[in-house]
């Protein structure tokens, strides 16, 4: 310790001395932080670097499954992939691993796939078809409507072909057959605001869809060719998965329309009304199981998500504006993807 130089005030009185401590950290607790901070640095920097070189050698775990129903560890089971909401990334990628999985696993001698959905992305939807497809091919799958089974819900519905079942319950909507394009038309609002819009091109096509002025005939000619693409593999993937519908008989369906349970089971678009145990029992009996388990698959994030702090944040307005400008052809109940069907 060190003590100040004694002043004094105006009036010549001595003021209180000031006393200065000085703390000096011994070198032995210097060396145990020293080797702490060591300790901890050199697993993170070993982690880094393997993640960084190595990636691939990061397995990820198995899904986690969850038991619903039947005899639990029973040797026979039977698999629910649930797909609700909306079919878009990055849902799209944790059903298909789903699927994946049920297909790998030789526990499992069925799936019942259990859709709550509106629909969504046209890529999306033939993703899940295709992998549904795959999964049918080697195992039964049977399908379970829930509240809402709609466009993009119904496009994986018929995915597993015609040996499948599909069942709604008495509440569901279905149907919604057809392909949306988004598009707003704020011509007069901008002509009102004294905003004009004038982008540099390199093609009369390259701004199509501009939400500030009128679309050209040319325009309306493209955008319908890649409707009717969209819709007209829609209108084949019934086709191919529902035999009582032939393709005429679809597009008189396909007007966009909603469908209650009833109305679907009279036109064909469903076997029968029921709730997903009774699509278990019946995908079961099929297979000639006396016994069996159900579980669900629980998709969770995964380990490198965790240790890389992946994070979720809101789009910023500009970020929005810029991503509603693109164009996404949808099989989507409604008629505006920000605001997907009840």
């Known amino acids: 310790m060190t003590p100040s130089v004694s002043v004094s005030d105006t009036t010549g009185n001595p003021l209180p001395s000031t006393i200065v401590v000085k703390l ?56 629910v992939i649930s797909v609700e909401g909306m079919i878009s990334p990055p849902f799209t990628e944790r059903w298909i691993r789903q699927l994946q999985q049920a297909a790998k696993d030789d526990s499992v001698k069925g799936v019942v796939l259990a859709i709550d959905s509106p629909g969504g992305f046209v890529a999306d939807s033939h993703q899940l078809h295709r992998e549904i497809q795959k999964l049918s091919a080697k195992k039964p799958v049977y399908v379970s409507m829930k509240r809402l089974a709609a466009s993009g819900g119904y496009y994986i519905a018929v995915a597993p072909g015609n040996q499948s079942r599909i069942f709604a319950e008495p509440t569901t909507w279905t149907g919604s057959i057809g392909v949306i394009i988004a598009r707003y038309n704020a011509k007069e609002l901008a002509q009102k605001i004294g905003v004009t ?145 009840p």
């Open 197 to 341: 819009v004038e982008p540099l091109v390199t093609g009369p096509l390259k701004d199509t869809l501009n939400p500030f002025r009128d679309m050209t005939p040319e325009e309306k000619q493209v955008w319908d060719a890649i409707l009717k693409d969209s819709f007209d593999r829609f209108v084949s993937v019934i086709e191919a998965g529902r035999p009582d519908l032939t393709d005429a008989a679809i597009r008189t369906l396909a007007t966009g329309q909603i469908y209650t349970a009833s109305q679907a089971l009279a036109n064909h678009l469903v076997d029968e009304i029921g709730y997903q145990e009774d699509a278990v029992k019946a995908l079961a009996a099929s297979l000639g199981l006396s016994s069996w388990e159900t579980f669900e698959y629980r998709s969770t994030p995964g380990l490198v998500d965790a240790l890389l702090g992946a994070q979720v944040r809101t789009p910023t307005i500009t970020e929005q504006f810029f991503e509603a400008a693109v164009p996404k052809a949808m099989y989507l109940a409604s008629w505006n993807p920000l605001v997907p069907a």
């Open 24 to 79: 000096d950290y011994s070198a032995r607790w210097s060396h145990r932080m020293q080797r702490l901070l060591t300790w901890l640095l050199i697993p993170s920097v070993l982690l880094n670097v393997w993640l960084l070189t190595d990636p691939l050698a990061y397995s990820r775990p198995e899904i986690p499954e969850q038991f619903v129903d039947g005899q639990r560890g029973a040797a026979q089971r039977i698999a």
